[in-house]
């Protein structure tokens, strides 16, 4: 396929699947980008991911420490998250190996 067909494509406004997709895989970053800022450099690198589920803050990171630690920082990630998602109540964080 053509890059200006694809292009042709990316940009007809009869795609509202493709737009919603798009507009959640943003979504998701902006909210990937405030939840890493609001870590250190080191413990982010740990977070593998993050998501919002039912007003619940979803965090994975690599390892059970790691989990551990950001969990303790839930009061001061909350506060950050709900500027921008006031509906979240909580969060919880899990294990995964998947990287971001």
Request: charged share 30%; proline share 1%; glycine share 4%.
């Amino acid at each position: 396929m053509s890059f200006t067909k694809l292009k042709t494509i990316l940009n007809s406004k009869g795609n509202d699947t493709l737009d919603n997709l798009l507009q959640r895989v943003k979504d998701i970053q902006k909210l990937q980008d405030i939840v890493i800022e609001s870590f250190d450099k080191e413990t982010a690198s740990h977070i593998t991911g993050c998501n919002i589920d039912d007003g619940k803050l979803i965090i994975l990171c690599d390892s059970g420490s790691w989990q551990s630690k950001i969990r303790f920082s839930q009061e001061t990630l909350l506060k950050k998250i709900r500027k921008k998602y006031p509906f979240v109540t909580f969060f919880e964080v899990k294990v995964s190996k998947k990287s971001i």
